[in-house]
């Protein structure tokens, strides 16, 4: 059975889906853009400032559910673009203390909004 959680200070869902769900002590977190809450509009930026945003978004839902960046233990980015790997990359890395999540980079034809990056992650309680 699915157990919805829905941040408060999390951006709104622009489709039917909850920002994450609980399964046991495992939270899904929903694929997260570059969206300024505030605004429910897509940043100005280069993909090192998108990246930042959806983790302050990621964060945000985080925090929210009572966990933290440490509890993440897997994380998936989606590009439109792998020539911005390095800087999405830097970004990414600033997010995170080492031992790092596991982690998978995939190019997608395009995202939500027009945004050059999306990222998802599972964290364990």
Same mark, same amino acid.
């Given at each position: 059975?699915?157990?919805?959680?829905?941040?408060?200070?999390?951006?709104?869902?622009?489709?039917?889906?909850?920002?994450?769900?609980?399964?046991?002590?495992?939270?899904?977190?929903?694929?997260?853009?570059?969206?300024?809450?505030?605004?429910?509009?897509?940043?100005?930026?280069?993909?090192? @400032?998108?990246? /930042?945003?959806? !983790?302050?978004?990621?964060?945000? +839902?985080? %925090?929210?559910?009572?966990?933290?960046?440490?509890? *993440?233990?897997?994380?998936?980015?989606?590009?439109?673009?792998?020539?911005?790997?390095?800087?999405?990359?830097?970004?990414?890395? @600033?997010?995170? /203390?080492?031992? !790092?999540?596991?982690?998978?980079? +995939?190019? %997608?034809?395009?995202?939500?909004?027009?945004?050059? *990056?999306?990222?998802?992650?599972?964290?364990?309680?």
């Amino acid at each position: 059975m699915r157990q919805a959680f829905n941040s408060p200070r999390g951006p709104a869902a622009i489709g039917p889906y909850s920002h994450a769900v609980w399964a046991g002590d495992l939270l899904y977190l929903s694929g997260q853009t570059p969206i300024d809450p505030a605004t429910g509009k897509l940043i100005d930026g280069d993909v090192a @400032a998108q990246t /930042t945003r959806v !983790f302050e978004n990621l964060k945000a +839902v985080l %925090v929210d559910a009572g966990l933290t960046m440490d509890h *993440v233990i897997k994380c998936n980015v989606y590009l439109t673009s792998m020539t911005d790997f390095p800087a999405m990359n830097a970004a990414y890395q @600033a997010c995170f /203390t080492s031992p !790092f999540p596991a982690r998978t980079t +995939v190019a %997608v034809a395009g995202l939500p909004l027009g945004a050059a *990056v999306e990222i998802e992650v599972v964290a364990k309680r």
